[in-house]
């Protein structure tokens, strides 16, 4: 589906815009916004916050605000009559059903709008990838392309069949998985010998902890896609293979107990997605 979304910052500037599929909203924390369905076919979307104890239900609304404040309040405040507020909500409008939207954005209360220095908008997938392997590939957006993203990054992650996103982990930040399409195989591991492996399919939530070795793999017949949050704005991943490509030859000999000579067959950078070979 289609969306408009409205949002407001502290000096009372305001940007409206609207999304297709693949495209990625960020809205600062406290600041008011609004969503739109556009046409006639239902949106749907999914929403990420960079707080797991923060919901969409910790917010409040326009409509329960005014409908709970005393009315002779709200018309003091807006230098109107009190008559102007009979028939209002009396509580949260959550959902409300009105005309569908015209084409072209309609002027703001205000008139002309004075928009914000940084965009609330970014077309994530009417981009190239951000990077392309054999076995898949990866959109990725944080602060360093989409500015405003200071807390979040977002990646859609495509694997094909038998493809495995290597073994590795973000020093930075937790990980949030929601699996669009395909079946996948997640691992997880942590100090003291802690190893655990998890099947997701469509419509799965998975969760890593920042500093956990993990690794996801499509173990499916057909291609993946899976949607990433990071609750940072800067994304960081060390990978196992550049792990083991940063150490001297030596050090890894005496480290496995192995013969140096098998670690110069070892990759001399970082896998990042081992394809099913």
């Known amino acids: 589906g289609r969306v408009r979304t409205t949002v407001i910052n502290p000096a009372g500037q305001t940007e409206t815009n609207d999304f297709d599929p693949g495209d990625v909203w960020y809205f600062r924390r406290g600041h008011p916004h609004m969503l739109e369905c556009l046409g006639n076919e239902p949106t749907h979307f999914i929403l990420i ?5 923060f919901s969409e239900f910790g917010t409040f609304s326009i409509t329960d605000w005014i409908g709970h404040a005393p009315k002779p309040l709200v018309a003091k405040n807006f230098s109107l009559p009190e008559s102007s507020f009979d028939g209002f909500p009396r509580e949260e409008v959550y959902f409300a059903r009105g005309t569908i939207p015209p084409d072209e954005i309609p002027e703001n209360l205000q008139g002309p709008r004075v ?15 951000h990077a392309v ?4 590939r990866e959109w990725r957006i944080d602060s360093t392309r989409f500015p405003i993203s200071t807390t979040v990054t977002g990646v859609i992650l495509d694997l094909e069949p038998g493809a495995l996103r290597e073994l590795h982990w973000h020093p930075n930040a937790d990980e949030w998985h929601y699996v669009i399409d395909g079946d996948l195989s997640v691992t997880m591991f942590g100090s003291h010998g802690r190893f655990r492996t998890e099947h997701l399919h469509p419509g799965d939530v998975g969760y890593i902890p920042q500093g956990y070795g993990h690794s996801i793999e499509n173990v499916g017949s ?27 030859i030596d050090v890894l000999a005496t480290n496995f107990n192995k013969p140096a000579s098998l670690f110069d067959r070892f ?10 070979e």
């Not at 057909?222 to 001297?248: M, Q, V």
């Not at 990759?267 to 099913?276: A, E, G």
């Open 49 to 53: 916050f960079d707080n797991g104890y």
């Open 115 to 129: 928009s914000p220095p940084e965009t609330h908008k970014f077309r994530m997938l009417a981009g190239a990838p």
């Open 133 to 136: 392997f054999k076995g898949g």
């Open 222 to 248: 057909k291609p993946s896609r899976i949607l990433i949050g990071f609750n940072t704005g800067i994304y960081e991943a060390i990978d196992l293979s550049a792990w083991i490509a940063g150490n001297p």
């Open 267 to 276: 990759p001399r950078k970082d896998v990042f997605i081992s394809p099913n």
